[in-house]
């Protein structure tokens, strides 16, 4: 009665990475075992000495849809993620318009992913002054938790929201044991850098860390006080990284997210005029971004997330590579694997350490750790195969993104995607999308 087994020496278990067969039925796993049972007699699909790996969960995604559908749409996004073993992403409450801040704009939303979820797609809900009443409605929805601002979004319609906004949030959210998700920068000091728009120096400077550290120092206080689940989005500054470890310490419910940029890029390698990689908080300096990948050992960072934010060339400035102006975001979620991958093993770190940081742990987050994020008995096939040992050059025309700009452009990166399966369907196999709206929407059940 098994749909198929999947059979390969580098299985990733619970207990570690093993050969094994996996036993997929109706989507779901059906058992892991060392050996076929006697009498098989369905497919058995052999993955030799690729990885079998739980797919990819990204719960930092600007999708854009609807009304910013230039900048990048559901149809591409999420043909980019499964060709990028994703197999399951969180889309955020913004840039698209209107942006997820009210019931109504979150209808609006679900309507524009018809026909177009390639891969199983949730929703944070935003968290903007006023709406307050919102929360509720969103939470009834199915929203997974909220994001909120200190410092200016970059859309308008999407302000910061201030400390009596986060007091008269909090304790909502709490109460649904769902977090909030902060983009932690507080631009207290107005210093605006003066001179050669082009620098990347320049634009960094005018981002300190001081700005993600005062952020998030107010963030723990609200954290504590209000006992409200709390995840600090893409961390940078490696000055915070002994607060937070400091507040986990204390039992804080905390986690933190770090991005793939600030772990495989170094700002003094970053050319001048060169806006694909600007993004905020801004790429930091190697000696930063040492520290934040020990903090990523330690567990004090808890998990990587691509903050995949594209937008049209113009908007990124590409022709005056102003960095002032520029939109601030990295487009690389078919790539999140590979990037990790390929800085993480120099390292020394080995597959199950990507899993945890790529599968395990955004599940938590995202509240579906029960049925995804590990391969287990019961879990759902959502399934990624990938060879750690292959490199490629990555080419525009590979990448499923509306927009091919990015940062990784002819890097070459190791940890070649070859199978993605979600719920037991083959959506990719090397190199070609093989299923298309085969994602699911993934609303929080109410009880
Ligand atoms: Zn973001």
Known sequence: MIDFALRGNKVLTPTGIRQAVVLVKD????????????????DVIEIQDSVLMPGIIDPHVHINEP???????????????????????????????????????????????????????????????????EIEKLIAKGVLGFKAFLTHSGIDEFPNVMEADLRKAMPIIAR??????????????????????????????????VWEDNAIALILRLCEEYN??????????????????????????????????YLFFN?????????????????????????????????????VATDHSPAPPDLKQMKSGNFMTAWGGIASLQLS????????????????????????????????????????????????????????TVLADQLYHKHKMTPYLNEELYGVIEQTYLGGVPVFSHGSITQLNAGKRMLKERE
């Open 27 to 42: 989507g779901r796993i059906a058992d892991v075992l060392s050996e076929l049972p006697a009498g098989f007699d369905a």
């Open 67 to 133: 009304g910013r559908t230039d900048w990048e749409g559901f149809d591409t996004a999420t043909k980019a993620a499964i060709a990028g073993g994703v197999t399951t992403l969180i889309d955020m409450p913004l840039n698209a318009s209107p942006v997820t801040t009210t019931a109504d704009a979150f209808d609006q939303k679900l309507a524009a992913t018809e026909g177009k979820l390639h891969t199983n797609c949730g929703f944070w809900g935003g968290l903007i002054p006023g709406n307050t009443s």
């Open 176 to 209: 649904h044991g769902l977090p909030l998700l902060v983009h932690c920068e507080l631009s207290t000091n107005e210093k605006l850098a003066t001179g050669d728009v082009r620098s990347y120096a320049n634009y960094l400077s005018s981002r300190p860390g």
């Open 228 to 261: 409200c689940r709390t995840h600090i989005v893409h961390l940078s500054s490696a000055s915070s990284i002994e607060p937070i470890a400091d507040a986990k310490r204390r039992g804080l419910p905390l986690t933190v997210e770090t991005g793939q940029h």
């Open 267 to 303: 700002a003094e390698t970053i050319p001048d005029g060169q806006t694909q990689f600007k993004c905020a908080p801004p790429i930091r300096e190697k000696e930063n971004n040492d520290r934040l990948w020990a903090a990523l050992r330690e567990g004090i960072i808890d998990f």
């Open 337 to 392: 694997l590979p990037v990790l991958w390929t800085a993480a093993r120099q390292r020394g770190f080995g597959v199950a350490e990507i899993a945890g940081w790529l599968s395990e742990k955004p599940a938590q987050l995202a509240g579906v750790s029960t049925r995804k994020g590990t391969i287990e008995t019961g879990y759902d096939a959502d399934l990624v195969v990938w060879n750690p040992e292959k490199s490629f």
